[in-house]
């Protein structure tokens, strides 16, 4: 099946380089019957949009999406959904001269040795630009979504060395970093002005929660819900780690302790992250991912080019100097199409079950 | 597509309960030619295989596994191949007093509810028994990229609170945790006796490693070679975390520390972990994983039963204190299956690139 | 996705050879507490097997089904089931002779260019006796199916030059040909013994009736529930052709003779098959398919061997002169697991849609 | 896996309505380096394109491509391909009328059950509009083939009650029927000159043949070549039948008369239409398909509305009165895409496969 497709009943497919003329989509599967406006889709993509503060990166691009197919007056109709986004501010002269060169930490040299080809026009494919159409179909699944009861939101839980605790919801939107504590802001703002003067990047962690997820969703055992969520996870570009509720942190714990024990009134604590066995518990669903530091930063590093040969590189450009600042909304919406899909696979299989066990909270 | 089948070109599906009648898988897309025998089978099953030292659970498997199709005097026909292993030692009496109650930490409750019925036989499908077939499929897979050069290879690196940092592969097949320092096992024993006196369990820490492989494999952008591990990986039971190279400590690293910088000679160092862009680059593959505390333990825990009642759950049976102890052949047999795939679909679509670009090894 | 799989959600993954060990599937995304038991499954298989009256092969197998996994105290559990049927009565020497020939009109030579390696021992993997398998897996679905109100069943309309004119069901399951005309019997065996004394084979044409199939059933625009049936109908060893309905007597059709009217009391006719855009119309779903003459026949025949001579070949063993005699039953099954699949499709995608407009039956 | 795409390696998903603003494809898969340019696709888009003479509907539609992503500097890169059709000529006025209605023998009905929503203009979804993106993903694969030897030809071989002989490919692309046999065009001209006053329609027969096949491609035993192709060409608008070879002949040939006798000179016939156990076996890939009469007549026909109440139908706008006539080049597209699908797939898992023995060719 097409790497440029993801889901099973639920799918996304996408295409569109950095610098080519657009960015397209197809979002197949979606319930008819869905109420969908282009606001819904320009909402998400104008919280990843570049250029809305100093800390991301100058480029200038509307991000506008057009709906081409699929919806009809206003809902969606069952059948695949198209969706355009036109590159408008691409400044392709500014790559030409690293035509021939790898840069490090860069896709430059394994998309060379694996295609041949390449699209070298600020990194064509493996250029985060993607990710625009990621926010527009996962916008599209957090619609569906929460006309069932989810709701779905990210956070940034680490800057670089700065860790960020979880304060409160209100937060997230106010400020440039997605920061759920307020008073951090200052501190992240003189962390990233320092930063852009030393000319380097730096890391981010990031988090995201679901609520209201129903129990079952995932499908062992090579489909489960945190398999797949680490798949989804994991494709979005710099991501170097992904962890579900304790994650690493489980390595040090004792069984007494990890377990989340279950009352009546509901579960003790949520170590889990909300997954038992590769299927949702009813718990906030939550993960974490790791992303690294942007690799194009203008100080120089050694390479080498396409014939072998040492080089000097300095990645000019636009760049954000932490990717992991437009991260959330991307985060989001893999996690929306995940669900998505596996709400459409498990009622397909399991439509008929009835249960007559209370479903748990979380206390 | 079927949750219980992995990959896209070269499958494995499977299918078998704890306490069934037996374990099938059918592993499909196999290059012919290979020459494949009970023993290339048997060897990772082993190292897999319960019973074999006091540390993990005493449950006496034989496992052994007999190929019923897609080999023919000796080789593969490139015809699906059909293994099976029949359970030999359920005891399945011991898991009839907890037929209605939901163990805390296990995945009783998540089946329950998505299926409405459930094999309470010592986890039934949910049960970590099912990795055998993972592990004898994995090594079909093994000896295809042996043939191409690869080699994977995992250890532990860290149980419960003790690190144990990589000293040297010979040491890790000499002692029951797969520990690459061969002095830091009787710390690692004196600390697993000391946990089944407690009647406790502890997380652990594998590290996986696929060297020789060539540059181009993965499928970006959202089956990215990363993105396929951290799927392949996460899928294990009781992993709660993914790490490709330097994973969660990107987070505080800067750009210009994390990147990998070329040089004729090799990279230079290797954060990030043999994969650019979703794509391998020819360093070693490396890949860390979280498994959580087992759940199984004898001391008591809060929890509800099947009607919603509260009730006190000791888990009896046969269990391993760490389940990490028994990962690493599972872990190194889902990278080889993810690899594998890869290799297969890269040189589907490629089959026609050349390159006179030079291969960088790792100085 | 592998070559030996069917389905998408609900989904059957065989593997085995004529004359290897053992038959084995996985069945994966049947829907948990379905009743199934192994006389559910041999009524089906007993009706498929070999040497039940003279007009077919002599050899001996008892097609005896194990279920391996999946089903638990007598229901499914929604876990993957697993199949287990071992081969009994391969003579294995009758092959030798034939080892480096390519008989004509089989997939010996077909094998030999795409795999180099081939099990040429009764035709390997490309012989009929796959289809138990299919059969297996086949009963499964119409048993969830009957649940749901719909019947597969189907008949032999045409063997060689005598076409067989639908008269009953009640005659399908009393004669060796499941032929609905009780009348045209022993015309039938008549021809099969002239045939036998001719050393000679014929082809069959079979046709597949669902009835009681909601309206709504098909994923346009590639997966279309036409297309999916040409797909599974066409994969059954020796089908040349498959048609919907009035099928290739549409080309001579004019318009206003091919349209199926409607009137608020049902449809006028059914010259579509059951099937109008890809989607079930809640008609009966009629499929057709042409099967080849059985290409073991002991009467010489002009061919190569492995190295490029010409070589006479006579297949010896024992063999069907019809294939199309045993098929009726693969052709239910594969009916059976695509209208499975697309129902569980359907509801994954579509549970939420409620329309007011009646379902129109047939006048 | 949605239903829009169709592939496992070389993939083609699309979008479109015949009355929305544009028609949208994804084609991924392609191999790196291929020469394409817009010609390439409007060729065959053009063959395709409506109201070229007056045997067609008058619809007027430029059918001009844009491509969006996957090919720079005229090569294709071996990312995902973006395709763009914007439709320029809809007259969605003309469908009002008939908005609760649905017409006989098109997809209203099946729609409306199905998901509940339609885009009713112009049949939405369900119209042969969207089989423009099947032609230009289509004009892709048919270019690589090209570059590996293999020529995918289509001609009219029935037209209503006309049977055309095969005489020449040299006639095909000079009239509008695609027929082989120039001799045969002014009875075709007149037939549908008298079908127009009659205000009816009529059904037609296709063939498509691949040549330079090389053996080897197809996936026993589901993913057979034949059963692929029969998937694909039976998903196209209005196929009712699809036949491999010699098809339903074979059901009253003899095993002596069908099967295809092999010489080192070459195979002495073709009824088997190229494949063998469902795999390439060299020859010439011979299929046959039947379309049925075109559902949209002006002569009136009984029907119901979505109220269930009786209604008469006259279908305006402007329509193909045989949609056969332009269906040539949509099956040669879905031919192409099979075929490369599957020589991707082959090679992926058996590259290493050498075999000294001959290729045979045709006598």
Redesign the interface.
Known sequence: ???????????V?????SH???????V??????LEISLEDLQRDLDRRKPGTSRHTTQRQEADEV?????V?EG????????L?IRNTDQKSKDYSAIKDL?R????D???????????YRGG???SAR?TAMRVAAGAIAKKYLATQGIVIRGYMS?L??IEIPFKTWDSVEDNAFFSPDPDKVPELEAYMDQ?RR?Q??????ITVVAEGV???????????L??????????I?A??????????????????????????EGF?SN???G????????QPIVAHL??????S?T?P????D?????ADVITKGRHDPCVGIRATPIAEAMMAIVLMDHL?????????????????GQL
Chains 1, 2, 3, 4 share one sequence.
């Open positions: 099946m097409s790497g440029n497709t993801y889901g099973k009943l639920f799918t497919t996408t295409a569109g380089e080519g003329p657009a960015l397209v989509a197809i197949d599967g979606c319930p008819p019957g057009e709906i081409l197919a699929g009809f809902r969606t109709t069952g059948c695949a959904i198209g355009l790898f490090p930490a860069h896709a040299y394994t998309y060379h040795h694996k295609y041949g080809e390449r699209d064509g494919r493996s993607e680490q670089g060395p930063l030393d380097d990047s730096v890391g981010a962690k129903m129990p079952g969703l995932g499908e062992p055992i090579f489909d489960r945190d398999a797949e969520l680490a798949h989804a996870l994991m494709s570009n991501v170097k780690g992904v962890e579900i509720g304790a994650g690493f942190a489980s390595v040090a714990q004792r069984g007494t302790e990890h377990r989340d024990e279950m009352t009546p003790l170590n889990a992250g997954i038992l066995g590769g299927i949702s518990s009813g790791a992303l690294k530091p942007t690799s930063i100080t590093g050694r390479s080498i396409v014939h072998g040969n040492a459409l696979r498990h009622r397909g299989q399991n439509a008929d079950v009835q249960v007559s066990t209370p479903v748990l």
